[in-house]
């Protein structure tokens, strides 16, 4: 089947301006998480999804992002007044179910904020 | 301390060796362990998950994971130069209730034909 899908590959914004990433997860997976990664470093772990559970937001790194899940399946990450810092690869990744199963990741976005 | 640490490298080993790649964690309670494989400008894929003590082998990959000493490795028999890319190792928690995963900052392969 199909894998995780994230639109766009691409973005480019002018600092200042607010931004959505898009994530269709593995049809099936329940679980859904966003990650980025800056140039150089490791993925960053930033918020997780599970069925009709409260998400796990605790790696947001400012009130500035935001993110949501509608219907348990398509998932919206939303950064808000973009700061040149927020440029990375914003990666999403879908599981089946249970705490440690496999995450499979999509392609990312690519955002650079000028 | 980070919680996930690896080498950063690059580890260069010669077309037809055996690449070792380590990586330590300092959550005691970590029960899921996982080895990504990325590329340059692609995304991570997986390559080998371990839960249990001692060595899980699939295929030219080896993941060996040792809880007391806090240690999980991979080896990769037989090189070849299409194995190089950068190596994440990650971790879930036993401090996390939910499926996030901590990775490490990845090693890089060098497979020099």
């Known amino acids: 089947g199909a894998g995780v899908s994230q639109s766009p590959s691409n973005k480019v914004t002018e600092k200042g301006k607010d931004v959505e990433l898009r994530c269709d997860p593995i049809s099936g997976h329940t679980a859904l998480y966003w990650y980025r990664q800056s140039l150089g470093q490791g993925l960053e772990f930033l918020i997780y999804f599970q069925g009709n559970s409260a998400p796990d937001k605790s790696g947001l790194p400012s009130d500035r992002f935001s993110a949501e899940r509608t219907g348990g399946s398509v998932s919206t990450l939303t950064i808000q007044r973009t700061q040149q810092e927020d440029s990375a690869v914003y990666l999403c990744?879908?599981?089946?179910?249970?705490?440690?199963?496999?995450?499979?990741f999509g392609p990312g976005t690519r955002l650079t904020v000028l | 301390q980070k919680e996930v640490e690896q080498n950063s490298g690059p580890l260069s080993v010669p077309e037809g060796a055996i690449a070792s790649l380590n990586c330590t964690y300092s959550?005691?309670?970590?029960?899921?362990f996982f080895w990504y494989r990325q590329y340059s400008g692609k995304s991570p894929e997986l390559i080998m998950f371990i839960y249990s003590n001692g060595d899980k082998e699939d295929g030219r990959f080896t993941a060996q994971l040792n809880k007391a000493s806090q240690y999980v490795s991979l080896l990769i028999r037989d090189s070849q130069p299409s194995d190089s890319a950068t190596y994440l190792c990650?971790?879930?928690?036993?401090?996390?209730?939910?499926?996030?995963?901590?990775f490490g900052q990845g090693t890089t392969l060098q497979v020099k034909p």
């Open positions: 990650a971790v879930n928690g036993k401090k996390s209730n939910t499926g996030k995963l901590i």
């Open positions: 959550d005691r309670g970590s029960q899921s």
């Open positions: 990744a879908s599981s089946l179910v249970m705490v440690g199963d496999t995450q499979y």
